[in-house]
């Protein structure tokens, strides 16, 4: 090839942009995650004695804070630092070493999505995830969920995702269930969703939640995936840069009170009622960083209306009818993630028989 | 001779013929190389339809047969020289379709017609589903196409009317909402107006609103607004219109204006004292679907309406560093109404021509995919990639 008509080369910077756009979107979301492990944390580590020091982040988190009866807003943010700052370190080695191991296998240069993949991985993590867990996830999201399809832009899961999940499947038990962060001791439910599912209102109410802690993002669940307010934020950026299908997004947001109402009337006033179903829980998070990522979800317009919605059908159904699922999102993300292809399939398999008749 | 349009003149002495505006056509020379020509005479032909001929776009010398790679034609070139005069022609022998078509065939207005899919010269004998006039170009910077269509109003209607003998299928005039052509009152001509942002210029555009091909084996033609004026020019004076309207613009363009320039004018006379110092690149055509030139591409194309001169200089070839495709939102509005972009960017990377096909690759020709190109992560030249999959295509025909 001897020319490059078009304008091949512009593009080149395109993707590293892309990608400090996804990061800074996630910006406001990782404070919100500081804050409120801080906040939980030294919300129960007060009564809960027995927890602090338990761990090393609980006792680094101890001995950086300086006022635990009358915290401040520093020992709130120093708290959770000490909790979030070891938890993605550890991800982001462990994704940067299998990175570099893949790149150097495979003689390119190293792609810095990892980087990525390790901050989402990491916020929908519980607080008190092993760390462990953390390397055993981070080596599937990177091996599993990207490598093997040959890595950026060619996987159509998303690996951190696939990495969460891989560590669902396999640590049922530790992943949720460290009382510190569900706010209940004893109770394998990782999030607000399961104390409403145990005593309704008021055990929401009991546990300090209502509709403006769940915006703000003061209340417990994964370390990402609470604040709404940091989630809408980062989503304005990414709809703005176009980087995430407005469509996609809007069905899910639609779809899941519509889907919710209608299972709330069919199935009895004790269902989650709509805007529980939008506030507590990850859904909001993995809506617009999980589910819209544009490599592993439909690329037609029709079909990302249809997984959209699928979508929140899906998150509906299994949190309504299988309480081992409290949140559900990770298995419906996968879910809907393994459809996207299909669905684009069929969608252009019904535009090339419209073209046929429409032609001369 | 002042012209109807007041605009600013430019000539230049050297003029060229461009191989690479005639897709698929095998040339066949009919001059020598130091021979005198005069403006409208036939220089080439095409060797498979000889009825199909190319005119010289000026009166001159022929100095130089540029020839690429597999001795193809790059470009036919003529030194400027006013003393040799222009070609007469007679009017039509009659308002029937065949001596209509002879006319546009022996002139060499035929060539300016072009068909999609595929962007071909149309063969003289073949019937369309429906011929497209453009007479709208919403692109930044175009010449005004009002201007200039109603200075030459009575050459427009006249080329407008012979359109329509030529095949009974119905002839579209696209044109802006804002501006209505001059037509006849009596004319079988159905004006169309379009909208909807920059695109709406483009050819492909209308021919997928109006009469989408591709599948059934069908074909339309389509002819921009000054090759029209230029077929009327010939039919009211019998003399060819040995000029055009290009606009000259972008960021390294000193004084970004319209001129009035010879037919397949050399580019870097036009732009001798136009453009600021330091690394520019040149773009055939408008910043948004202006394609870089051709090795040997050093002259205007035959139906280019736009110079763009941009700072900074062109990348040097990264077409071999190919990365994934990303398939964000962003490549949904810059892609032609009916085509999902991702499935079929996908497939032209992939080579595979029949499920492009599928996607509608043949309505499309390489300018309706340059903003993609521009926008998409991964490198790819998709305008380069879809001739690729339609010459397949094509071959199979």
Redesign the interface.
């Known amino acids: 090839?001897?020319?490059?008509?078009?304008?091949?080369?512009?593009?080149?910077v395109?993707?590293q942009r892309?990608q400090r756009i996804q990061l800074l979107a996630l910006l406001p979301v990782c404070l919100a995650a500081i804050f409120n492990s801080g906040y939980q944390f030294l919300r129960f580590a007060a009564d809960t004695d027995a927890f602090a020091g338990a761990d090393l982040r609980s006792r680094l988190a101890m001995s950086l804070v300086l006022n635990r009866e009358q915290p401040a807003i520093y020992d709130y943010f120093l708290a959770g630092l000490a909790h979030v700052l070891p938890m993605l370190g550890l991800a982001l080695l462990v994704g940067g070493l299998w990175e570099r191991i893949v790149a150097q296998q495979r003689h390119r240069p190293m792609e810095p999505g990892f980087v990525l993949v390790a901050l989402l991985f990491t916020l929908l993590l519980p607080g008190a995830a092993a760390f462990t867990h953390i390397v055993f996830g981070m080596s599937c999201a990177i091996l599993l969920g990207k490598a093997i399809f040959?890595?950026?832009?060619?996987y159509f899961i998303s690996p951190a995702l696939l990495g969460i999940a891989i560590v669902q499947v396999s640590f049922p038990a530790a992943s949720g269930s460290h009382p510190l962060w569900n706010g209940l001791a004893g109770y394998a439910g990782s999030d607000a969703i399961s104390i409403y599912y145990r005593g309704g209102e008021a055990a929401l109410t009991q546990a300090g939640i209502d509709v403006g802690s769940a915006i703000v993002g003061s209340i417990p669940g994964t370390l990402g995936t609470t604040s709404l307010l940091a989630v809408v934020l980062g989503a304005a950026l990414l709809l703005l840069?176009?980087?995430?299908?407005?469509?996609l997004l809007l069905a899910q947001v639609i779809g899941l009170p519509i889907f919710a109402t209608l299972a709330w009337l069919f199935g009895g006033a004790d269902e989650l009622p709509a805007h529980w179903h939008l506030l507590l829980g990850s859904f909001a998070f993995a809506a617009v960083f999980i589910a819209c990522d544009?490599?592993a979800s439909a690329?037609?317009?029709p079909g990302r209306w249809i997984q959209g919605f699928l979508i929140a059908a899906l998150l509906v159904l299994i949190r309504t009818v299988n309480p081992t699922h409290p949140d559900a999102v990770v298995p419906v993300l996968l879910l809907a993630a393994i459809l996207a292809p299909l669905i684009?399939h069929a969608?252009?398999a019904w535009?090339?028989r419209k073209?046929?008749q429409?032609?001369? | 001779m002042p012209g109807p349009i007041d605009l600013e003149t430019r000539n230049t002495s050297q003029l060229g013929l461009l191989g690479s505006d005639y897709r698929g056509v095998r040339f066949e020379l009919l001059c020598e190389l130091g021979d005198s020509v005069q403006a409208g005479a036939a220089v080439m032909r095409d060797a498979r339809r000889p009825e199909i001929r190319i005119s010289a776009p000026g009166p001159g010398r022929v100095i130089r047969v540029d020839r690429g790679a597999r001795r193809k034609l790059l470009s036919l070139q003529l030194e400027f020289d006013d003393s040799l005069g222009v070609v007469e022609f007679k009017s039509p022998a009659g308002l029937d379709r065949d001596s209509q078509r002879a006319f546009m065939l022996n002139s060499g207005s035929w060539s300016h017609l072009r068909t999609r899919p595929f962007g071909n010269i149309p063969d003289p004998d073949a019937e369309p589903a429906a011929i497209f006039v453009t007479a709208i170009d919403e692109e930044p910077l175009a010449p005004p196409v009002a201007t200039i269509v109603d200075a030459f109003a009575d050459e427009f209607s006249a080329a407008v009317e012979m359109l329509t003998r030529i095949s009974a299928v119905p002839l579209y005039v696209c044109h802006a909402s804002a501006y209505r052509p001059p037509l006849d009152p009596a004319s079988a001509a159905v004006c169309k107006s379009f909208g909807g942002g920059q695109a709406a210029g483009l050819p492909g555009r209308h021919i997928q609103a109006l009469c989408p091909v591709g599948f059934a084996g069908g074909e339309a033609w389509h002819i921009g607004y000054q090759q029209v004026i230029a077929l009327g020019h010939l039919l009211l004076h019998g003399r060819p219109w040995l000029q055009r309207v290009i606009s000259v613009g972008g960021d390294a363009v000193t004084r970004p204006r319209c001129l009035l320039v010879p037919v397949a004018a050399a580019i870097d006379e036009l732009l001798a004292g136009e453009v600021d110092t330091g690394p520019t690149r040149v773009l055939n055509g408008s910043a948004i679907y202006g394609r870089d030139p051709l090795p040997g591409q050093a002259f205007l194309g035959a139906d280019q309406r736009q110079l763009t001169v941009l700072r900074g200089s062109a990348r040097g070839s990264e077409t071999d560093v190919v990365d994934a495709l990303i398939p964000g939102d962003w490549l949904e509005s810059l892609a032609p109404p009916g085509i999902y972009p991702v499935p079929l960017l996908r497939a032209l990377q992939l080579g595979d021509a029949e499920r492009a096909r599928q996607l509608g690759a043949l309505e499309l020709v390489e300018e309706d995919l340059v903003p993609l190109s521009r926008a998409c992560v991964s490198n790819s030249d998709y305008a380069l990639l879809l001739r690729r999959v339609l010459d397949q295509l094509e071959a199979l025909r």
Not at chain 1, 1 to 9: I, K, R
Not at chain 1, 241 to 247: D, F, K, Q, Y
């Open positions: 090839m001897t020319s490059t008509p078009g304008n091949a080369g512009w593009a080149g395109g993707r892309i040959g890595g950026e832009g060619k840069t176009r980087i995430i299908a407005w469509r544009p490599v690329c037609t317009n684009d969608v252009i535009d090339i073209r046929g429409r032609h001369v």
